[in-house]
């Protein structure tokens, strides 16, 4: 009998951990009454505040909101230059080009795979208001460096922290030295709801105030909306979900820095070059990506070996076909383009055993080792 694909991510298995917790959470909910914000949320708000050692927290209804409106509440808006990656999500840059902003895209660092902040720079022009840093795979960029340009110049700063939940960085987390950060409820994140959820966390008074009126239509109380916001409100039944999850994250965190930790010392000697986690940092291994000649043979060959494995992201954000005819995008990012060809995320979650860790090496080591196909 075949074994059991190894999932990239296993969601029912961690359930299985919570489930008196989580199904009691539901039900609270449920027997309450009340479904959209309300003390659920507002709890929830003040625990990942805590967490994130943060002074505010307001929850909405996915990442890519909360990044589109911390960005339109410290006023980026029409005409003018956000500089960000290319290397991440899509929604990175939706949130964006959706506020009517261009995206102008640097480059990242060979080995870290995270923006390259000694580039920001030499891609600031008078009309960039922003800078978008993207805390990818679980490890944070230098904020202090990046903070250093952005003062230097006035700009605006906020990070896209929807894979680095618990990450810090010189001891300091995500939305400590900028305007603010973004997280993402989706649920394989590292803190995951089971529908879509997000949040923004900041230390400023005026920017929270602003995200709250925003992610409910403007309003200042039930009739009067002072200005013109949208619907992207956490329902309380994720923010229950993710109260309880909440408490597990650090141990969570922990079990993927120490199955990092045994993919290091176990594909040491495979012909695959290995993340690379900054000295300063403290990483959430969010994606535990190596890099592979031959990607596509590799993962081929690994999937019809049973394991699954992904590509975050195979194609990067500046040669997506709905940028074709975007400003921003006629770039040459020679490191995000080259990384796109070779990148692979191996299976990473708390709950993985030990014994499809090494399936995972076993299934690399054959995919890595077997002459390559004759296509050249
Ligand atoms: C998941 C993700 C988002 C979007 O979050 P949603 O909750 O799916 O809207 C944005 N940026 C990055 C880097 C992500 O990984």
């Known amino acids: 009998m075949p074994k059991p694909f190894v999932q990239l991510v296993d969601l029912q298995a961690q359930y299985l951990t919570i489930k008196d917790e989580i199904d009691s959470a539901i039900k609270r909910v449920v027997e309450s009454g009340s479904f959209i914000l309300g003390q659920e949320v507002v709890s929830f708000e003040t625990e990942f505040a805590a967490y994130c050692d943060a002074k505010h927290c307001v929850a909405c209804a996915n990442g890519t909101d909360a990044l589109t409106l911390l960005l339109q509440a410290v006023g980026v808006g029409a005409s003018d230059e956000v500089i960000t990656v290319s290397h991440t999500f899509f929604a990175t ?68 922290a929807a894979q680095a939940h618990g990450a810090r960085h010189a001891g300091t987390p995500p939305g400590t030295l900028s305007d603010g950060a973004t997280f993402s409820f989706y649920p394989g994140k590292n803190l995951g709801a089971y529908g879509d959820a997000g949040a923004i966390v900041t230390k400023n008074d005026d920017v929270a105030s602003m995200v709250r009126r925003l992610r409910d239509h403007g309003r200042s109380d039930k009739y009067e909306h002072l200005i013109v916001g949208r619907n992207s409100r956490m329902d309380a039944i994720q923010a229950a979900i993710l109260r309880v999850k909440l408490q597990k994250l650090d141990e969570w965190n922990l079990r993927r820095s120490a199955l990092a930790r045994l993919y290091d010392e176990a594909l040491r000697h495979l012909p695959v070059r290995l993340p690379t986690v900054a000295a300063a940092s403290e990483a959430v291994h969010h994606l535990y990506v190596v890099r592979v000649r031959d990607r596509d043979d590799v993962l081929a060959r690994m999937r019809g070996d049973g394991i699954g494995v992904g590509v975050h992201y195979p194609l990067p954000v500046h040669l997506q076909p709905a940028l074709r005819r975007h400003p921003g995008a006629h770039v040459t990012l020679a490191t995000t383009e080259l990384a796109a060809t070779r990148i692979l995320s191996l299976p990473l979650y708390p709950e993985l055993a030990s014994d499809q860790l090494e399936r995972t090496v076993s299934a690399l080591e054959r995919a890595t080792s077997r002459p390559q196909s004759g296509r050249t």
């Open 93 to 160: 840059i939706e949130a964006i080009i959706s506020l009517g902003a261009t995206p102008v895209f640097v480059d990242v660092e060979e080995s870290t795979l995270l923006m390259d902040v000694s580039t920001l720079e030499s891609a600031i022009t008078p009309r960039t208001r922003a800078i978008v840093v993207v805390h990818l795979y679980g490890q944070m960029v230098n904020m202090r460096a990046v903070m250093t340009v952005a003062q230097r110049h006035g700009l605006r700063v906020v990070e896209d």
